[in-house]
């Protein structure tokens, strides 16, 4: 059964000061798109963690605001009007750059189900806080239920991914016997090729 949000539903990680904004289907196997609003000091890619997406590459177009983009550890500010393509595989993350709001439109393709994905995990930061850090940290049994569910979508960068899915394979069950639930399960059919979830 497809998730769907009311167009311009936002959701708001308090840690980061990054809210995503999407609309529509969250299922949809050509592309992943949505918006997002980092605040002063906000960052993206859970703390400014420096992370890969194997299976998509990610293009990020910058609306308003300046945002520093770290890929393959080199860094530069983009600001509006500019854009960023992340390659599948490559190590990165994003943090306002500017004084005020900066507003981009992230895209994934192919989707995958990373709507779905970044869904799952800012109701979760919204819904079961004390699963995180003071600094917005997942607990370590969190980050692996999730990343074993979400097979293929994030990796940390640094850390070889075939022994990433090894351990979340082993830790994930001993999170849900902890008591940690995904607020969004992936689907386990092929999503729909039709309409993003991005509120424009």
Not at 54 to 80: I, L, M, N, T, Y
């Amino acid at each position: 059964m497809s998730t769907e949000f009311v167009r311009g539903t936002r959701l708001r990680n308090a840690f980061n000061r990054e809210t995503f904004v999407f609309s529509g289907l969250l299922d949809n196997r050509d592309v992943a798109r949505f918006g997002v609003i980092l605040e002063t000091g906000g960052s993206g890619g859970g703390n400014a963690l420096v992370h890969v997406h194997p299976g998509a590459d990610e293009h990020f177009a910058v609306r308003s605001g300046r945002v520093k983009f770290v890929v393959d550890g080199r860094e530069q500010v983009v600001g509006a009007g500019g854009s960023v393509t992340v390659p599948r595989g490559r190590p990165h993350y994003f943090a306002n750059a500017g004084d005020g709001n900066a507003e981009l439109e992230v895209s994934f393709t192919p989707a995958q189900q990373h709507l779905r994905f970044f869904a799952n995990f800012v109701t979760l930061t919204m819904k079961q806080p004390k699963w995180f850090s003071s600094a917005g940290d997942p607990n370590v049994l969190l980050i692996a239920l999730v990343l074993h569910a979400y097979r293929d979508h994030m990796y940390l960068a640094g850390l070889p991914i075939w022994l990433q899915k090894l351990m979340f394979a082993v830790l994930a069950p001993l999170a849900r016997l902890a008591g940690y639930r995904l607020a969004i399960e992936p689907l386990r059919e092929a999503p729909v090729p039709a309409r993003s979830g991005f509120a424009g």
